[in-house]
């Protein structure tokens, strides 16, 4: 095909940062030591029939102890940033009460070995790991798991604030919420409609009261975020039917955090379309408000589009929207909207490769959050990644997948959108949440034999993006 050769070289901002992310459970292992104790994942991947192979996080890629090497990896790359999370069972085992000084002595050594190479953390205080006595105190569908949460937020502040500038409070509520309580694919694995909204708005108000909690502690300099899986829902036509299944998808997926984060309030079409399931009388005097903190940045996460049109009466079994298989919808309220398979060439999760999605996401936040500042803290593919007999890892169609979202996230800059950085899923294949390690997104190729980490030529090809802040031509594969 004829590629257009650009004319200017496709080149990013000298301040731009360049990282990589990743979470605790997916990476660090050592589940038991230094006080540790279980989270609803370690329940969850423990429970037989729910991760791929019963997988679990157990020893994971054993982070824990080699977070030295890791780093030094970063480092030969030339990469500027890392994203990683905080265990909140290894700061505060029950979630409530004194932080246990063990546990966030192993964040302090990781911040202190990353600022050494030149590395900014950037801290995410939730993905997904809250402590199974608070899940067993009801969780998230509690209002009391926000109190606990701001409490939590407080102590790692305290502990990490004068080092760390980037925070982020909570990692993609939308899976917490609607995969962890409606579809059940996700820990706790609970399936109950009502349950997930109510989740939804008691992490919006962890959030709210995570933000303040941080701000009582840090210096003023140090900036707060959150990371959403904002979902870019496309429709099969323009017909009012199949736009209508659009709205209350885009509520769903985007309106129902954003709306009271960004706006302070709940989209209208939001609490019409769920008033079957919920009043939403757990939403207090003051809660929007207490939501509708200053954000200093937004964080978007993005992987795939969304296809949607309006359904011929219910849907039953399993459902085309790429977020694993349940008989139970994490959608509430939208049994009258179904989902197709975008067309286009897939990656190994089966989630199309759809760059202008991510134009289209970042344009689209541009405009809902004028002057915020704007961060992709997670895109990346799986692929099947296999080591020659050379020894070498050869992943073209991960490099041409970067290659393709990188020059979206320069054409939304070029567009006037405040893009200030970008953080590869994933620094090294990990566990992969209910796919176990059987799906691979790292651009270091972990042999699970024996943990041996081996650069990928995609890790080669973004150091070189990372270093030198321009954007190759992609390498024919
Ligand atoms: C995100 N979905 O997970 C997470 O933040 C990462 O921990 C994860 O490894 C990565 O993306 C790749 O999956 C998601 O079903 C899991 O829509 C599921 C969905 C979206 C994101």
């Known amino acids: 095909s004829e590629s257009a050769q650009p004319v200017t070289p496709v080149t990013f901002p000298s301040s731009f940062l360049w990282g990589t992310a990743t979470s605790a459970y997916q990476i660090e292992g050592a589940v038991r030591e230094g006080g540790r104790t279980p989270s609803i994942w370690d329940t969850f991947s423990h429970t037989p029939g729910k991760t791929a192979d019963g997988d679990t996080g157990d020893i994971a890629v054993d982070h824990y102890h080699r977070y030295r090497d890791d780093v030094a990896l970063m480092a030969d790359l030339g990469l500027n940033a890392y994203r990683f ?45 809250l402590p199974q006595e608070l899940e067993d105190a009801g969780g998230w569908p509690e209002r009391d798991t926000a109190l606990r949460f701001a409490e939590y937020a407080r102590i790692v502040g305290e502990a990490l604030g004068d080092r760390v500038e980037h925070w982020i409070t909570l990692n993609e509520p939308w899976c917490c919420a609607f995969l962890g309580y409606g579809s059940g694919v996700h820990a706790p694995g609970r399936t109950d409609h009502l349950a997930s909204l109510r989740a939804a708005h008691h992490l919006n108000l962890a959030h709210g009261l995570g933000i303040q909690a941080l701000r009582s502690v840090m210096p003023a300099r140090n900036t707060i975020a959150v990371s959403l899986n904002s979902s870019v829902v496309r429709t099969v036509s323009q017909d009012p039917a199949d736009l209508a ?123 809902e959050a004028p002057g915020l500042p704007l961060y992709i803290t997670e895109n990346g593919a799986a692929y099947e990644d296999k080591v020659d007999a050379d020894g070498r890892v050869h992943d073209p169609e991960r490099i041409a997948y970067l290659h393709s979202h990188l020059t979206a996230v320069h054409r939304a800059i070029a567009d006037g959108a405040d893009v200030r950085g970008y953080f590869l899923w994933s620094l090294m294949d990990n566990f992969e949440w209910a796919y176990g390690y059987a799906k691979r997104f790292g651009v270091i190729h972990i042999d699970y034999a024996t943990l041996k980490r081996t650069l990928k030529s995609s890790a080669r090809w973004y150091g070189q993006v990372a270093r030198t802040g321009v954007l190759p031509e992609v390498p024919a594969a």
């Open 85 to 129: 999370s905080v265990s909140w069972p290894r700061v505060q085992p029950t979630g409530r009460g004194p932080a246990v000084q063990v546990g966030l002595d192993f964040y302090r050594r990781l911040v202190d070995e990353l600022l050494s190479h030149g590395i900014k953390p950037v801290v995410t205080l939730y993905h997904w790991d």
């Open 245 to 367: 299944a659009a709205q209350k998808i885009d509520d769903l997926a985007n309106g129902v955090f954003h709306g009271p984060m960004l706006h302070g309030e709940y989209p209208a079409t939001l609490l019409e379309a769920t008033s079957s399931i919920t009043d939403w009388s757990y939403v207090l005097d003051g809660d929007l408000r207490t939501i509708n903190q200053r954000l200093d940045a937004l964080g978007l996460n993005y992987y795939t589009s969304t296809l949607v049109s309006a359904a011929d009466g219910a849907v039953k079994g399993p459902r085309a929207d790429g977020h694993g298989e349940s008989e139970y919808s994490p959608w509430p309220g939208a049994d009258d909207v179904a989902f197709h398979q975008t067309p286009g060439e897939r990656t190994r999760m089966g989630w199309t490769v759809d760059p202008d999605g991510m134009h289209e996401l970042i344009m689209r936040y541009s405009r």
